[in-house]
Each structure stands twice: as C-alpha cells, then as structure tokens.
C-alpha cells in the first residue's frame, strides 16, 4: 500500500501534469508528432534527425552572426513558433479531435517532461545539500568538473561541440526506445567485469 507521503506526491506529479497539458494543448499536434520522430517510429527519422541538425549548424557556421544576432533570432523565431503553431498546427495535422490513444500518449509525454523537471531540482537540491554538508568535497567536485569542461571546450570548436552535443540529445530518446543505450551499457559493464576479474586473478 501507498504511504500518505507518496500518495501525496502522486497526486502532486497528477496536478503538475494536468496544468503541463492545460499550457502545451496548443502544441498538443505538434508534440505528437515529434515525440513520433524522435521515437524512430520510422526507419529514416535518425537520418532525418541529424541531416536536419547538420543543416541547420552548417548555415549557423556560413553566416557565422554574433553572440548576440544569434540570441535576438533565436528568440525570435520562438515567438513566432509560440504565436503561430496554435493556430496552424488545426489546419495543418487535420481534425482537432484526438483519439484516446493519442489524448494518453500526450498525457505521457507531459507526465515524463514534469518528472524531468523534478530530477533536474532534486540535483540540485542535493548539490546545495553537498555544499552545506561537505563544502570541501563540492568545491572539489564543481572545481574539478569545470576545469574538465574547459579543457574539453578548448580542445573542440565550440560550434562542433554544440552540434554533437544537440545530435546525441536528439538521438537519445531513439536510442533508449529501442534499447541500444541498455546493449552498449551492459556490454561495457561486461567488459569491465572481466577486466576486473583478470586483475584479481593476477594478484593472487
């Protein structure tokens, strides 16, 4: 049986999702949609993924704007999509009515974004508790990671490194739905296992 504490907190990611869906009903279509290609429900969708992506970084890197065109685009395009997409995305999907299929994939998919939402502030609430609690060790650890980060940005040019990064976040849902991530972890953990176990072999 449920303890009241999680009862409560299921209720809560309820409410949560319920207002999440109320908010992006407009996107409702286009949600659908993209949740379809970023799922692979189709052979080509990764091909199509990254040519798009490609294309995009390449005529970032043709036109090369400055930090802040770049920002003023970006922002705007986002108002227009935000202005725009609830009112075409009707004529353009068809009927404005959903089947109870596509109403509990939405439902998911809202369900799973405010899950995200959740984990991304428990880290950080645990890296506030870390630094409260063991200040030595979180200043070591956020020190250490950036000094990483850096080097890594050193060593690769910002806009490949951007565009890697946004082809494998595209591609990580696709990944996960069809289990690849699960194969390659396990083949690794594998691999690690036996290399341990040759080690200990040797030092008896």
Not at 12 to 35: K, S
Not at 102 to 118: A, Y
Not at 134 to 163: D, E, M, R
Not at 180 to 197: F, G, P, W
Request: net charge positive.
């Amino acid at each position: 049986m449920m303890s009241e504490g999680d009862n409560k907190s299921a209720n809560l990611l309820a409410q949560e999702t319920a207002q999440l869906e109320e908010q992006l009903q407009g996107w409702g279509e286009v949600i659908l949609a993209g949740d379809r290609v970023l799922r692979w429900e189709k052979p080509w969708f990764p091909g199509a993924l990254v040519g798009v992506t490609t294309v995009v970084f390449l005529l970032v890197y043709y036109l090369d704007p400055s930090v802040l065109t770049g920002l003023s685009c970006t922002v705007m395009l986002l108002c227009l999509a935000d202005y725009l997409v609830p009112t075409l995305a009707p004529r353009v999907f068809g009927s404005n009515k959903w089947t109870t299929e596509q109403q509990q994939r939405f439902h998911e998919i809202c369900g799973n974004l405010v899950r995200t939402q959740r984990r991304v502030v428990g880290w950080g609430k645990r890296l506030c508790a870390l630094k409260e609690e063991k200040p030595k060790v979180y200043f070591t650890s956020v020190i250490c990671s950036l000094l990483t980060v850096a080097w890594i940005g050193q060593q690769v040019h910002n806009l490949l490194l951007t565009y890697l990064i946004v082809s494998f976040l595209l591609l990580l849902p696709g990944l996960n739905q069809h289990g690849i991530i699960t194969k390659y972890t396990s083949m690794a953990k594998r691999e690690i296992n036996k290399l341990l176990k040759q080690k200990e072999k040797k030092n008896e």
